[in-house]
């Protein structure tokens, strides 16, 4: 009799579902892919429709039925938190004590009479469980990861109190063996620089990310010596008289702005030298924390294996770094390691941790099924959505499709790439994608200021074919979730004149680093997706027939979405988006668009469709 687990995450951000059946995870997604909401945090009874859909499985057939955190747990830690600060942030406290009187006390009934709207015939409160935050996190991590045993390492904003856990795993065992708790954490430290340098908290960090490479790290000891002491074994503490976030409504007090001499930077004004040394300084500063961890973690463990986990796994300059010092011989990292992911981990948690159940051998790579685990869409019904949405489209089979669309990338036509299963997690993986020629010059300007609509200073990911990726990067491994950063090899780099040199900031982002300067930064550093023939056999053949054309097995890819906008989740959305962007081509299923022969009064402004994140 098969043993049907359904995880789920909400309430706070980036709510969704995953459907575990036997240790297999047979379906995954994020609610705000359908309800066009980005970050979602309500209950996600779209993406549970979806899953029991795809799993075969009404709701009442579903064993268990488990929550992503302990809310319980979380109201101690809100409790003493403001007991600790009062009576500071006495209104704060009153705002957040309406919410959870109202609701999130009592969120295994709320939980329950949602399910019950899906399926009257659902057997009640016994099959409801609750998986702390962390344990989930780490549950995502080792499960679904290729290794019999690993070292396992977390690290978030904050769950009910851990910040950030370290354990280990082994067959179905994974115990967690220590823990730091808040207020003290890497996640709200990166936070706090999001908010103070200009960009939206939970949304706007890999923006900071991004930014770091053109600023210099002069602000880094000053970090080091006010807002955080680290310790040699990666343990730290934070001051928390520079922060907001325990008792306010900001990430940032006055006494942090003194320090760093101002007010924080206001949403869309011009970004200076001060906030791209800042992204600089914080990235460096959570970097050595990381490394540290890692390096404690390591000795105390003798794992060769690391699975990573949490909001600060998506850092993925950090965990490149990690890989290149060698404490590790493998690293894997969950694909969807924020909330998201929490969802996945409570149902993997519950079926091995609760239920005692052994893990099963993993599919291609590891368990997550290269991350494509959400909806797709038979031809038949692409050709029904797209001829009601008013699209001209030709079909053709795959060979065709794919020579029209190598010809868009030779012709440096951005294209809309919707193939297969929806990805699971934040990343556009070569099924809801945008894609262009990584040769060209100007394509990562264009994509971000025409297509995009987002800051110029934002890189762009490459695609490369799995066994051509130690020719054209510093990286031979896997890393099929574009988790990973490593330069691009020497001999593809062109080096910067002497005039170059002197340029700071922004005023490089024009200058090309290497025959691929779309995907390669100021620092010739690139976030690697390595592409398997086993997992995403369309898009690896996209990629091999681009090859055979050009010579070069990279092409750019980026999440099919503009600023502000989840990616795409049905051919309709991916349609708008194509009519209201620099988009010129598009491929969904077998059907091939070119901008130019579409119906001219389908076109939108579609700029300033979603709010900016």
């Known amino acids: 009799m098969a043993v049907r687990i359904l995880g789920i995450s909400a309430y706070y951000h980036d709510s969704a579902a995953a459907l575990v059946q036997d240790g297999v995870v047979l379906a995954a997604a994020q609610e705000e892919r359908f309800t066009r909401n980005k970050h979602d945090p309500g209950f996600p009874v779209n993406a549970i429709r979806y899953c029991l859909e795809a799993g075969g499985v009404p709701l009442s057939g579903v064993d268990r039925v488990v929550f992503y955190d302990k809310p319980f747990l979380k109201f101690e830690r809100l409790l003493e938190t403001y007991l600790a600060f009062a009576p500071r942030g006495f209104s704060s406290f009153r705002m957040a004590m309406m919410v959870w009187i109202k609701e999130k006390l009592f969120q295994k009934k709320l939980i329950l009479d949602e399910l019950k709207k899906l399926d009257v015939d659902f057997a009640g409160e016994s099959r409801i469980l609750f998986s702390e935050h962390h344990q989930s996190h780490a549950a995502s991590a080792f499960y679904p990861s290729p290794f019999e045993e690993a070292a396992v390492l977390t690290m978030d904003g904050v769950g009910e109190w851990a910040t950030t856990s370290m354990g280990m795993g082994r067959g179905n065992q994974l115990e967690l063996l220590k823990e730091i708790h808040f207020p003290h954490s890497l996640g709200l430290l990166y936070s706090a620089f999001t908010y103070y340098t200009g960009f939206k908290v939970n949304s706007g960090e890999y923006k900071v990310m991004g930014l770091a490479p053109y600023g210099q ?59 791209m040394d800042l992204a600089a300084s914080v990235q460096a500063v959570v970097e050595e924390a990381v490394l540290r961890l890692t390096r404690s973690l390591a000795q105390e463990t003798g794992s060769p294996n690391l699975c990573l986990a949490g909001g600060v796994a998506l850092n993925c300059v950090a965990n490149g770094k990690i890989l290149r010092e060698g404490r590790f011989q493998r690293l894997w990292i969950q694909p969807a390691s924020g909330d998201a992911g929490g969802a996945l981990g409570a149902a993997l948690a519950a079926y091995h941790w609760h239920l005692g159940q052994k893990r099963v051998p993993v599919a291609p790579l590891d368990g997550m099924n290269g991350a494509y685990l959400g909806p797709d869409f038979p031809q038949g019904e692409i050709e029904r959505r797209l001829l009601a949405a008013g699209a001209r489209f030709q079909v053709l089979d795959e060979n065709a499709l794919l020579d029209a669309s190598v010809q868009a990338l030779v012709e440096e036509k951005a294209l809309g790439w919707f193939q297969g299963r929806m990805e699971f997690g934040p990343r556009a993986l070569g099924a809801r994608s945008i894609l262009g020629d990584a040769r060209s010059a100007h394509m990562q300007s264009t994509l971000n200021l025409k297509v995009k609509f987002r800051e110029s200073f934002r890189p762009f990911a490459p695609s490369v074919l799995r066994e051509s990726v130690c020719e054209w990067f510093n990286l031979d491994t896997d890393s099929p979730y574009m988790l990973l950063v ?128």
């Open 486 to 613: 490593d330069d691009v090899q020497a001999c593809h780099r062109r080096e910067m004149t002497e005039a170059q040199q002197q340029l700071f900031g922004i005023e490089k982002l024009n200058v090309p680093r290497s025959t691929i300067p779309a995907v390669t930064h100021v620092d010739y550093s690139a976030r690697v997706q390595t592409v398997h023939r086993e997992t995403n056999p369309v898009y690896y053949a996209l990629i091999q027939r681009f090859k055979e054309r050009t010579g070069c097995p990279v092409i750019v890819n980026t999440s099919f979405n503009v600023r502000g906008e989840p990616i795409v989740g049905s051919p309709e959305d991916a349609f708008r988006c194509f009519m209201g962007t620099g988009i010129e081509t598009l491929a969904i299923g077998r059907c091939f668009l070119r901008k130019e022969d579409q119906d001219s009064q389908l076109l939108t402004d579609y700029k300033d469709r979603f709010e900016l994140d």
């Open 217 to 275: 790290p002069r602000f880094a000891q000053t970090i080091l010596d006010h807002l955080i002491d680290i310790k040699p074994d990666g343990s730290f503490r934070m001051d928390m008289s520079y922060f907001d976030y325990c008792t306010g409504l900001t990430m940032t007090g006055e006494k942090f702005h003194r320090l760093f001499n101002g007010p924080p930077r206001k949403a869309e004004d011009r970004i200076t030298q001060k906030e």
